[in-house]
Structures are given as structure tokens and as C-alpha cells.
């Protein structure tokens, strides 16, 4: 009886992972095809750089090598969702502030934007943001067009994001207060008039 108890619950935590799994959104980035030097001479294989995400402030990156094209996508995506991160929203549609990343040679920069701008954003950047859920963001990329490079840039930049509830938590204030200075900050030049 507590065997087939077990084999229930193991199908509904599969029916679970399986919905998850339908949420989410799988974009191939890259692939290469690489060869190994032999006794025989060269061995080729594929590698393939993947980026998945739920498009509500999930995403993640795998890298997979395989003999055959299908095999070495399938090790990315398994691997892009065991290192999947998650990343503040604002509005659910763009990032709360500006950010940089930086991975290797390749460095990015990624900008929140107003309503009905779009994914400004080209390349690995843009399968990243678009695979987050970010509907309106302006990126460039400063520097290696490597996809492997901009990719972990991205991915640091979007680790840097924080919302206004974290940087309420960590100095232990109100999410008013913090939101609060920055409005003010903000109003006061505008107040001042020139007088000519």
C-alpha cells in the first residue's frame, strides 16, 4: 500500500515538473561544431549554448557537447535549468535600475526603459532578456561578439539587480523610504526656474 502511495506522489511531482517545464521557453544561441585530433585524425563533434527562461523573471544558461546536434541540445537545456536564476521585475516588464556585466572580454550594459520601447537589444543579449520576460530594456554589448562571453556579461549584469524591497531589507528600512529619496531627489532641480 505505501509503495503505490509513493508511486502517486512520484507522478504528481512529475505532472508538477512537467508543467513547469511546459512554461518554459528554450532559445538556441549558438552552435559550434569542434574537432578533436585523433590517432586516426580529427573527430568532430557539436556544442551548443542554450538560454531558457519562464518569461516571468526566470532564466538560465546551459553549454552541451555531443557527437550529434539533438544530444548536445538536449545536455544544454538540462543544464540551462538546473542554473536557472531569478531577477526582479518592475511592472513586470522591464529591470528596476541600469546595470553592467563583465565576463572575460565581453562586457555589457542594460538600461530599464518606459512603456513601448521594446527589446533594444541584439544577439545572446537578446535571447537572454527576451526569455527573462523583459519587455522593455535597452542593451549594448561594449567589446567580444563571443556569444559564450556575452551571455556570462548578461547574466552579471542581471545578477546586480536588486529591487527596492531588497534595498529596503538590507538597511533594515521601509520600501517607502528608499522609493521615497529617490522621487525627491529627483523633483527638486526640476522645482528651481531660471530667471532671466
Not at 504528481?12 to 578533436?36: F, G, M, P, Q, T
Not at 538536449?74 to 526582479?88: D, L, N
Amino acid at each position: 500500500m505505501a509503495r503505490r502511495d509513493e508511486q502517486r506522489g512520484d507522478r504528481r511531482n512529475r505532472s508538477n515538473e512537467d508543467d513547469r517545464d511546459n512554461e518554459i521557453v528554450e532559445k538556441l544561441v549558438h552552435i559550434n561544431r569542434v574537432a578533436a585530433t585523433v590517432k586516426g585524425g580529427r573527430r568532430f563533434s557539436f556544442a551548443a549554448l542554450m538560454i531558457v527562461g519562464d518569461q516571468k523573471g526566470r532564466v538560465g544558461y546551459g553549454h552541451g557537447k555531443a557527437r550529434e546536434v539533438p544530444e548536445a541540445i538536449r545536455k544544454a537545456t538540462e543544464e540551462a535549468k538546473k542554473s536557472m536564476i531569478r531577477v526582479p521585475l518592475r511592472e513586470s516588464r522591464t529591470l528596476h535600475h541600469d546595470g553592467n556585466g563583465r565576463w572575460g572580454a565581453g562586457k555589457v550594459m542594460v538600461r530599464a526603459a518606459p512603456p513601448g520601447t521594446g527589446v533594444i537589444a541584439g544577439g545572446p543579449m537578446r535571447a537572454v532578456l527576451e526569455t527573462l520576460g523583459v519587455q522593455d530594456v535597452v542593451g549594448k554589448s561594449v567589446g567580444s561578439s563571443n556569444p559564450y562571453n556575452m551571455v556570462r556579461a548578461t547574466f552579471e549584469a542581471l545578477k546586480a539587480q536588486s529591487s527596492p524591497r531588497q534595498v529596503a531589507a538590507k538597511r533594515g528600512k521601509k520600501v517607502s523610504d528608499v522609493i521615497g529619496r529617490r522621487s525627491d531627489g529627483a523633483s527638486a532641480p526640476a522645482a528651481t526656474e531660471v530667471e532671466g
